[in-house]
């Protein structure tokens, strides 16, 4: 089973790892955003975004707290675009998101079967 959530957790990861070189790239090649030609919306949709990179970064350390937050803020990108469905790369950062959030609650099912639960289980 062990190995199983490795393998899971790996390939989000990878997916992770792309999708954000991927995005980095884009606004290297894009440029700094000008606020006060964007609309609200645009607004939104960048701090949507901007959410959904760093949740990427936090779920390296905090598995838990980084999945919340990539599902959390693709839910909110999806509200403000008014689709839940967005193009063929957004959705991976909720299938990133959830599939970090299956190996946190596995390996915490795991850990809780050998000892108690604690709330340091939250932070791993």
Same mark, same amino acid.
């Given at each position: 089973?062990?190995? &199983?959530? &490795?393998?899971?957790?790996?390939?989000?990861?990878?997916?992770?790892?792309?999708?954000?070189?991927?995005? *980095?790239?884009?606004?290297?090649?894009?440029?700094?955003?000008?606020?006060?030609?964007?609309?609200?919306?645009?607004?939104?949709?960048?701090?949507?975004?901007?959410?959904?990179?760093?949740?990427?970064?936090? *779920?390296?350390?905090?598995?838990?707290?980084?999945?919340?937050?990539?599902?959390?803020?693709? *839910?909110?990108?999806?509200?403000?675009?008014?689709?839940?469905?967005?193009?063929? *790369?957004?959705?991976?950062?909720?299938?990133?998101?959830?599939?970090?959030?299956?190996?946190?609650?596995?390996? &915490?099912?795991?850990?809780?079967?050998?000892?108690?639960?604690?709330?340091?289980?939250?932070?791993?």
């Amino acid at each position: 089973m062990k190995l &199983t959530i &490795t393998i899971i957790r790996w390939i989000a990861r990878f997916i992770g790892i792309f999708l954000f070189l991927f995005f *980095v790239w884009f606004a290297m090649e894009i440029g700094t955003p000008d606020f006060d030609m964007m609309s609200l919306q645009e607004i939104k949709l960048f701090a949507a975004n901007l959410l959904m990179l760093i949740g990427l970064i936090i *779920v390296w350390k905090f598995e838990f707290i980084g999945s919340i937050i990539l599902i959390g803020s693709y *839910v909110f990108f999806s509200i403000v675009n008014f689709s839940f469905w967005i193009g063929p *790369v957004f959705p991976n950062f909720l299938l990133i998101g959830i599939l970090h959030l299956f190996c946190w609650i596995t390996s &915490t099912i795991l850990s809780i079967r050998k000892s108690n639960f604690t709330i340091n289980m939250l932070l791993k």
